[in-house]
């Protein structure tokens, strides 16, 4: 069918033409804004899901209605290789900035950048483009301490925004990769403007791991926030999530071959994307048929296989990779990190660095004790359709 009317959206962040199966995730963020705003008390909520489930997409949605709720807004995906700190001054400091504006709250938003100054020069923060022109107040934000310095910080640019009635939300993806030190300076800071019922939120993603970071860093972390599962879609989400954008377009899926898509992604949001795609340019005409979809998934897969599975997987070094792969020939998983150990024939201790390395990547976890996992669905199949060799 016309592949310019393809309505599906595979890509990492793309926004899905119907995103299904969220309203219980939606509403409670929704709910939380709100009394936030109003000085009640509700938790900062982390997403919790493995790649490809929609994260991202819900963090974008969230703050779509944080803005709506009132809530200027900051967005930050915490990468690999840079500090949470420079990370947060750029955007912290156009909250200021646009708080600094509105009369009510301009003495406040200056208070808070000269905290966000002296939080700047003491963590070395490049500043470039967003320097600026008030003085440091000696004392505030400037410890060098980062769980001190940023509650200092939190708590200013929330006192800055209630004066403009407003509110503001801080939305940070991949949290996975903050380190410990960061991860408990933003526990310690969201506490701290909790306790002074600020309206200041966070809303969290990353994988299912931070849970458990964070309860090492802090173990009030637990109480602190909510953890809302992001997982496969159910049946009916799953169902609709490929047959309503088929319908928007006036077409049509037949039932067997909804159900073929739902069994062969499981329900997994990116996956769905992928199959819906290939079935939508596979087809010849509506309605869409359950053949359409068995040649469909070939390409779908390929596509998966070469794309979203690959760049993962390009990530490893030969010795991660032994390891992974040892891993998908136990079968499907969680396993046992100790079997994983037998099957390479290496004594555990010497591969825990190992293991240890490629959850850094974030490429598997540990979703209990002793055990392991993939972060990314169907990891295993990939693995042994093209590189478990046959003995
Ligand atoms: N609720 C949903 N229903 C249907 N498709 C979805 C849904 N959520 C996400 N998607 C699709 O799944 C893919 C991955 O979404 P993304 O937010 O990048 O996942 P994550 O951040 O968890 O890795 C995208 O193609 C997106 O369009
Ligand atoms: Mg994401």
């Not at 705003?37 to 493995?50: M, T």
């Not at 708590?155 to 940070?172: F, H, M, N, P, T």
């Not at 809302?228 to 047959?243: F, N, R, T």
């Amino acid at each position: 069918m016309d592949p310019i009317r393809n309505p599906f959206a595979p890509g990492a962040g793309s926004q899905p033409p119907e995103l299904a199966g969220r309203d219980e995730i939606i509403r409670e963020a929704e709910i939380a804004l709100k009394r936030i705003l109003q000085g009640r008390h509700d938790r900062s909520q982390i997403l919790l899901g493995l790649r490809g489930t929609g994260k991202t997409v819900l963090l974008n949605k969230i703050e779509r209605l944080a803005e709506e709720a009132g809530y200027l807004t900051s967005f930050i995906e915490a990468p690999e290789d840079k500090s949470l700190a420079e990370l947060l001054y750029p955007r912290i400091h156009q909250v200021l900035r646009k708080l600094s504006i509105v009369e009510n709250a301009k003495e406040k938003a200056y208070s808070a950048m000269r905290a966000l100054r002296g939080f700047a020069s003491v963590f070395k923060i490049e500043v470039g483009d967003f320097s600026l022109s008030v003085d440091p107040e000696a004392g505030t934000a400037d410890s060098g301490n980062l769980e001190f310095d940023l509650s200092d910080l939190f708590v200013r640019v929330g006192e800055a925004a209630k004066s403009a009635d407003k509110g503001w939300a801080l939305l940070i993806d991949e949290m996975q990769y903050l380190n410990e030190k960061e991860l408990a300076a933003l526990i310690v800071a969201i506490h701290r403007v909790n306790q002074k019922q600020l309206p200041v939120i966070m809303f969290g993603a990353g994988l299912p791991q931070i849970a458990a970071l964070s309860g090492d860093a802090k173990s009030y972390a637990e109480r602190l926030f909510k953890y809302p599962p992001v997982g496969a879609l159910d049946q009916e989400a799953a169902v609709s999530a490929i047959k309503e954008p088929i319908s928007e377009e006036g077409e049509h899926i037949e039932s067997d071959a909804l159900d073929l898509i739902v069994e062969r992604t499981e329900g997994y949001p990116y996956f769905l994307q992928e199959w819906g795609y290939q079935a939508w340019n596979t087809a010849d005409q509506s309605p869409i048929s359950r053949h359409d979809v068995e040649r469909a998934s070939e390409t779908a897969l390929k596509r998966l296989d070469d794309g979203f599975f690959k760049v993962r997987f390009d990530r490893l070094t030969p010795k991660e990779r032994e390891y992974v792969i040892a891993m998908a020939e136990l079968g499907t998983g969680p396993y046992r990190s100790s079997d994983v150990a037998d099957h390479l024939g290496e004594p555990p201790s010497k591969l825990g660095p190992r293991r240890a390395q490629i959850i850094n990547k974030g490429m598997i976890y540990s979703p209990e004790y002793g055990d392991i996992a993939f972060t990314v669905p169907m990891f295993d199949d990939f693995l042994r359709r093209t590189m478990v060799k046959p003995s």
